[in-house]
């Protein structure tokens, strides 16, 4: 078997070469998923999430000389100005799924709460980095979204999931603790139409650390919570770090059981499963999971658990080489108990782990969105404070 060690940074930037090629340079919109190995593909499926990973991306690869920044300035403004005035929107929220080519709506799916707030959070890095008309367009952008109609008009406290023209809104809503942490700080902070403080006051808290992994690592993408407590007194940094711990825990306790959690391999997700599942997610829990993993859970773990993140990274590739190894890093899951290796990388989870690799490093999306003025008055909101240091005798 081929092996392969790629380092951090070249899984890093093999990342973004994702998210530089797989964007269509006429509208900007990037596809949600691509082939990380063999023939490339003929995809034409784009998401707002993945798109809003593809603007955070161009500050981190301007600022590493990956690209030239005025290359990556250009991608910037062609896409804000196709989401600012071509693609089609509801009260400011975008489709979940759509044409890469042309920006119309695939698959009759959902106009999208949670996929818009990543495109909007995106917006806002690439605005921030290269100032002046990116800025003003995507601070425009995430100003109109209407976060009191995606309320189902404010009748609400936690907002709607998402809406569609021929049903409505969703019944699904964000309302107990997932990974839409962001998406509140983010809308409690937005100018125009806030949600109120009041919806993040009654989102719901757990402190059980066994769900997907992905739930701890969206938000520290982008803000950084770390030694702060919300009004209530909820530590969100310490149970995104006890998501990772109990992650790397549970599939060591495993790996006699299932043959792809050995020498260290971790990252239970939301992620591509083997047939005929198709996309669905797993949790560390008894009866919730079959060996599956997903490597850029392993790899955005390097903000809380670096030396176990890089452990599996490296064992992942030494054991599984050209199996997963591709033009755009490592694929997007395996499953060595069913002898099923993905051939995908998905533009989401390419995007988490190339954000937290900047940030362990330089923190740059940390400066560049979560002190932004609409992150700022959204953690004011939600009554963020540092914890106060023990006073020394």
Not at 262 to 291: F, K, L, M, T
Request: with cysteine; hydrophobic share 40%; proline share 5%.
């Amino acid at each position: 078997m081929t092996t392969t060690n790629l380092s951090l940074e070249t899984l890093a930037q093999r990342a973004f070469a994702f998210f530089w090629q797989e964007t269509n340079p006429q509208t900007g919109l990037t596809k949600d998923r691509a082939k990380n190995i063999g023939k490339a593909d003929d995809y034409t499926v784009a998401s707002v999430a993945a798109t809003g990973y593809a603007l955070a991306a161009l500050p981190i690869a301007a600022s590493r000389g990956w690209i030239k920044k005025a290359e990556a300035q250009k991608r910037a403004l062609l896409t804000l100005h196709f989401l600012s005035s071509q693609l089609s929107h509801e009260h400011g929220f975008f489709y979940h799924f759509i044409d890469w080519r042309d920006g119309k709506r695939v698959w009759s799916c959902e106009l999208s709460s949670i996929d818009s707030a990543l495109l909007f959070l995106g917006a806002l890095a690439a605005g921030r980095y290269f100032k002046g008309e990116c800025a003003k367009l995507a601070d425009a952008l995430v100003a109109r979204a209407d976060w009191r109609w995606i309320q189902n008009g404010g009748k609400n406290l936690a907002p709607s999931m998402g809406w569609k023209p021929e049903s409505g809104f969703l019944e699904a809503r964000w309302s107990g603790y997932t990974e839409a942490s962001y998406l509140y700080l983010l809308a409690l902070g937005t100018p125009t139409h806030p949600l109120p403080q009041a919806s993040w006051d009654a989102l719901s808290f757990t402190e059980n650390p066994a769900v997907p992994i992905f739930w701890a690592q969206m938000t520290p993408g982008y803000v950084n919570l770390k030694g702060q407590r919300d009004r209530q007194g909820r530590d969100w940094w310490a149970l995104f770090q006890r998501s990772h711990e109990h992650h790397v825990a549970f599939c060591a306790k495993n790996a006699e059981r299932f043959v792809t959690y050995r020498e260290g391999i971790w990252g239970i997700n939301a992620c591509d499963q083997p047939p005929p599942v198709g996309y669905g997610a797993q949790s560390p829990r008894e009866g919730e999971h079959d060996g599956t993993v997903a490597p850029t859970a392993a790899m955005a773990g390097v903000l809380f658990v670096p030396e176990q993140a890089k452990q599996a990274l490296v064992a992942l590739q030494k054991r599984f080489g050209a199996k997963i190894t591709g033009r755009y890093g490592l694929s997007n899951a395996l499953n060595a108990d069913k002898n099923w290796f993905d051939q995908d990388v998905i533009g989401i989870d390419l995007g988490m782990a190339l954000l937290a690799w900047e940030n362990s490093k330089t923190g740059l999306l940390w400066k560049l969105v979560g002190e932004h003025p609409y992150l700022r008055r959204g953690l004011t909101a939600a009554g963020f404070k540092p914890e106060p240091r023990p006073r020394e005798l």
